[in-house]
C-alpha cells in the first residue's frame, strides 16, 4: 500500500538549516505531484510547496520563497525540503503527501517535527 | 495566497447537519472547481474527505457532502457522530501552480 515515511527534522538554532525527505513507496512515484504542508504547534494546515512528477515544475508559499526548496529524485522515489535561515516560526510539523489528481493530497506522512530553538 | 477564511467552530448534536464555509476569492476558490476538504483529529495526519467541490474519495461515508457557489465552498456533515468531531480544513488551488489552506473549523459534537 502506500506509504509516506518522512524524516531530517529535529532541534535547530535559528539562522540553521535542515533537509527534510520523504520515502515513497507502494505507487509508481514519478507519476504523481507531492506538496509538502506544514503545521505549526495548535495551528492549522499551511501549504509550503509542491513539485510535479518529473519535478520540473515546482513552486512554494510567498512568504517562504528564497528560503524553501523542494525536490525530488525519483531513481530513489524521494522527495526533500531544503529549509535555510531556519526562523523561530519555522516550527511546525512538517508533512509530505501525494497528489492524485488536482488539489487532491490522497495519502499523508506522518510528519516529522522541526523545532526552530536557541 | 491568503488562507482561505473559515468559522473558527462549529457545534451539533448527534444526528443533526453542520454546514462548514471555506470563502476565497475569485482567483481561488471563485476560479476553479479544485476544492478539496480534509478531517485531522488530534494527533494525526489529515484525512482526505471530499474533492473537485462535490466528490468524495471511496470509503467515505455519503453522510459528507460538498457544495460550492461563487468564491464559497462548503461541506456538509449529516447525521452527526461522535467520531465527526475534528478539525476540518478546506483547500483550493489559487494559481497555475500553487495552492491554499483555510484557516481551519473546529467541529464539536455536544
Known amino acids: 500500500q502506500v506509504q509516506l515515511v518522512e524524516s531530517g527534522g529535529g532541534v535547530v538554532q535559528p539562522g540553521g538549516s535542515l533537509r527534510l525527505s520523504c520515502a515513497a513507496s507502494g505507487f509508481t512515484f514519478s507519476t504523481y505531484g507531492i506538496h509538502w504542508v506544514r503545521q505549526a504547534p495548535g495551528k492549522g494546515l499551511q501549504w509550503v510547496a509542491a513539485i510535479s512528477g518529473d519535478g520540473h515544475i515546482t513552486n512554494h508559499a510567498d512568504s517562504l520563497k528564497g528560503r524553501f526548496t523542494i525536490s525530488r529524485d525519483n531513481s530513489k522515489s524521494t522527495l526533500y525540503l531544503q529549509i535555510n535561515s531556519l526562523r523561530l516560526e519555522d516550527t511546525a510539523v512538517y508533512y509530505c503527501?501525494?497528489?492524485?489528481?488536482?488539489?487532491?493530497?490522497?495519502?499523508w506522512g506522518q510528519g516529522t517535527l522541526v523545532a526552530v530553538s536557541s | 495566497q491568503s488562507a482561505l477564511t473559515q468559522p473558527r467552530s462549529v457545534s451539533g448534536s448527534p444526528g443533526q447537519s453542520v454546514a462548514i464555509s471555506c470563502t476565497g476569492t475569485?482567483?481561488?476558490?471563485?476560479?476553479?472547481?479544485?476544492v478539496s476538504w480534509y478531517q485531522q483529529h488530534p494527533g494525526k495526519a489529515p484525512k482526505f474527505i471530499i474533492y473537485?467541490?462535490?466528490k468524495r474519495p471511496s470509503g467515505v461515508p455519503d453522510r459528507f457532502s460538498g457544495s460550492k457557489s461563487g468564491n464559497t465552498a462548503s461541506l456538509t456533515i449529516s447525521g452527526l457522530q461522535a467520531e465527526d468531531e475534528a478539525d476540518y480544513y478546506c483547500?483550493?488551488?489559487?494559481?497555475?501552480?500553487?495552492?491554499?489552506f483555510g484557516g481551519g473549523t473546529k467541529l464539536t459534537v455536544l
Open positions: 483547500f483550493s488551488k489559487s494559481g497555475a501552480f500553487s495552492w491554499v
Open positions: 475569485s482567483s481561488d476558490v471563485g476560479a476553479y472547481n479544485y
Open positions: 503527501s501525494i497528489d492524485g489528481g488536482v488539489s487532491q493530497l490522497t495519502s
Open positions: 473537485d467541490v462535490t
